[in-house]
């Protein structure tokens, strides 16, 4: 206390005879300029001696928070300048009270700003170690979506917790700020009921993040719907169809209803196509194009290609041809490729084995010979 009684009676000496509002000013401009001079030397200090060796630059994690929070920390050191300032200017007590909350509120909220983008810097350089340049790289796609699910899920803690901070500020709301951290008494309990699908939806996304029941691309079949995952936020899953369409699907389903994955541990995929052909179809001539078709095509994985008679009907019978690719999109396009050129193939070699509608002969009236001599006879269908 006695240095800041000193700097203050330094201070107003070197003001006297200027109006009290324009001295105020004046120190708090001071206070706020050398604020920004000191922070730009620190940055210097810091870029030359400590994020910089002989071998170039190091630390990038601390690097890159430094960069991108400049703004901030200029910010929150200007108030934090003026707030000591604040305490040697001559000023009304109820309006230098009222300036020192706001400037408290600026650094809460600053703080908040620089743990965000703290977060971010360390996901971004966390997940420069995997990339996704092939689509099957699980390894990749399982950890992209614990960062985004979890950064998420940060960035959230870090809102309730400026906002609660802010909060307490206020005397007379400092009940609901005290909610936010400890959930007590009955402000809490109205908190937490208005939070609740906030609250499930984080605790749903912590759950994704960990056991991974899906993953960002991941193949999936929702309410009958196929599509691919392309997003996962705090709240809702975007699915992408296969037309193009965004189905939206919240959080919580993944957790509480059944659903197909179909990339779950691996990529590959089987496809199968079904042909219905005629009893007279030549097997074994199918399964040697189909030999002939995968082999020849970039889609087909080479694990399995496999012609199997799986039904008798009473016109045709059914084949299930059963191939194998490397991603859900290469085995559907694989599936369409096998039967289009199948069917080409029986019609030019084989047409008598596509379905045919066969016509049996009409069997006569049993009284037919009963019939009285004088009637006419009956035109025959050839003359």
Known sequence: MSGIEAIRSSIGDALVGVPDWLAAILVLAIAAIAALIVHRLIYAILERGILRDGNGERHPFLRSVLTRAKGPS?????????????????????????????????SIVLAG????????????LYLRQFTRTSQDSLLARKHLTQVRILKRAVHSLIVVVTLGAVLMTFEPVRQFGVSLFASAGAAGLIVGLAARPVLSNLIA????????????????????????????????????????????????????????????????????????????APIDAIRAKLDEIVKASPLWDGNLARVQVTDAREGSIELRILVSARTSGDAFDL?????????????????????????????????ADSKPAHDEPSHSAVE
């Open 113 to 124: 700003w620089i743990a965000h983008i703290a977060t971010e810097v360390g996901s971004d």
């Open 335 to 367: 599936r369409c490729e096998v039967r289009e050129k199948l069917i080409a193939f029986l019609q030019k070699e084989f047409p008598t084995a596509l379905p045919r509608t066969r016509f049996g002969a009409v069997p006569q009236d049993a009284n």
């Open 205 to 280: 996304g912590i759950q994704i993040a960990t056991t991974q029941p899906i993953r960002i691309d991941d193949q999936v079949v929702v309410e009958n719907e196929n599509g691919r995952i392309e997003e996962i936020t705090s709240t809702y899953v975007v699915i992408r169809l296969w037309d193009l369409r965004r189905l939206i699907v919240p959080l919580g389903y993944f957790i509480e209803k059944p659903f197909q994955n179909w990339t779950r541990d691996a990529t590959d995929l089987l496809g199968a196509v079904l042909l219905y052909v005629d009893f007279a």
């Open 74 to 106: 200029a910010l929150a050191l200007v108030a934090f300048a003026l707030a000591a300032a604040l305490q040697t200017v001559p000023i009304n007590p109820a309006l230098s009270a009222g300036f020192a909350r706001l400037l408290l509120i600026a």
